[in-house]
Structure formats: C-alpha cells, structure tokens
C-alpha cells in the first residue's frame, strides 16, 4: 500500500507541472471506492491550483473545489503530455492543457471525490481522524507520551492506526521501532517520556529518509514519472527474518500483529 513517503513523492512529482492548467476533460473508468460525486463534465475550464497532501490524501485544488485522490492499496498515479487510450486498470483521466493525470489501480480501492472545499464535506469527514503531520513542529516526544496514555494496545498498532501521527506504515513503523531501540510489542502506555522522544525522532528520521530515496517499491509503486523508490533496499529490520541485525547480528525476528507482518531485533530493540 503507498503510504506517506510514496504519496509526497508522486505529489512532488507532478504538483509544479499541472499547477496553472485547465481542466479539458475528465473520464472515470470503472467504479473506484467512492463515487466521484459530481459530473465530469463539470470540470471542464477549471484552473489547477496548487497540489497539496494530508496524510495519504492528495487534494487537487479547482476552482469551486477541488479533488481528493487516495491511492488505495495498489494505485498509483502518472502524469504525461501524452494522452494514450486507457488500459483496463486506468480508472481516472483528469485531462489538462499541461498533460493528463491518470489514476491506474487494478484493485479499485483507490478514490476520487469531488468537494467543495478541504473543511467541507466530503473531503472533512475523509480527514477528520487523522493525526499529526509527521513533520509538523507539534509532533514531540511530550504530545505522543500524552497520547498514548491509557492506550494498551502495543506501540506497532498505535503508529498503524494513523490518529496520533500519519505516515507511519507498516514498512516505516518496523523501521522507525527499530531506530528507537522500542519492541514493537511494548504496550504503548508503559512508554516513557524519553523513550517517546526517540520514538518521534526516529519516525521523523525515518519518513525523511524514504523521502530521500523515492518512498518503497515492494510491488509495483512508481511515481508520475514512472519511477520506483529504494528505501526498502536499505531496511534494516522488515523483510529480513532470519538475518543478521545490522546493530548486533542477532536474528531478526517476524511476527504477526493486527494481520500484519511485524519484523524486529529481540536483542537490540526492548519492551
């Protein structure tokens, strides 16, 4: 699924190229998670103004609104000069005087929805839960030590569920755990204040350096320009059951939580 990282770079990577279009013409393909609710025609003449993301939401600014785009869990987003016919998985053209914005998402739980403005419905309901911007000044050790308190589900399941701070995939979560020496398991309200702060950092660290390599390619993500990222080449703990820990060569260890496949270091990383 692109979480964070992949939805900022396929932002960065076409945001600059369609700001100041027109809209020449929409298409939507087979039905995505959530109706489009407006008429595509209605799009036509519309100004694109500047792209903008919030949490895994994409918000294409239009005049009188705008578009939310989710990627799903498969879906990624091109953007090209060309405008070539749609292949069966193309569910989404937003077509422009710049190039065409295309939605491919073979597994069709990716959306596009029209709404009047971000803290309008339906775009505010989509956004209410969400937690902190994982960069946002505001994210500290001391806010996440007070939002975990009373929670007893383990820290992993907290830093998944995205109402604390979004980004933090299940990729980036194994990663950001590690760096901050905390086992994944550790019931979230037992951590302490310093430990909360490592923890804040390194999902900061973490999220910056996926940022730095284009995000993760574990399937078939690619930016708008078609292409893949590399941080998962350079993970020290997820996919690597079995292996050496990179710190101190103790076996890193896998388990499953909340249906999703945690990896750790026993020895390294302590409840």
Known sequence: MPELPEVEVTRLSFATRIAGARVLGARL??????????EPQSLVGLAVGEVARRGK???????????????????????????????PHDHFDLVTTRGTLRLTDPRRFGAVVWSD?????????LLAGLGLEPFDP????????????????????????????????NIYACEAL???????????????????ERLADAVRRTLARALE??????????????????FQLQAGVYGRAGLPCPRCATSVRRVVQGQRATYFCPACQRR
Request: charged letters at 20%; aromatic letters at 6%.
């Open 117 to 125: 403005a971000l803290h309008h419905d339906p775009a505010a309901r």
């Open 213 to 230: 390599l284009g995000g993760s390619t574990l399937r078939d993500f690619r930016d708008a320009h078609g292409m893949a990222g590399a």
């Open 29 to 38: 393909g087979k039905p995505l998670r959530w109706a489009l609710g407006c």
């Open 57 to 87: 939401y994409l918000w294409v600014p239009l005049q009188r609104g705008g578009l939310l785009m989710h990627l799903g869990m498969s879906g990624s987003l091109a953007f090209s000069e060309v405008h070539d016919a749609p292949g």
């Open 178 to 196: 590690f760096a901050a020496g905390i086992d994944p398991r550790t019931r979230s309200s037992t951590l302490s204040k310093p430990r909360c």
């Open 138 to 169: 505001a994210f500290t050790g001391a806010r996440l030590h007070a939002a975990l308190r009373g929670r007893r589900v383990a820290i992993k399941q907290v830093l998944l569920a995205g109402d604390v701070v979004v980004g933090a995939g």
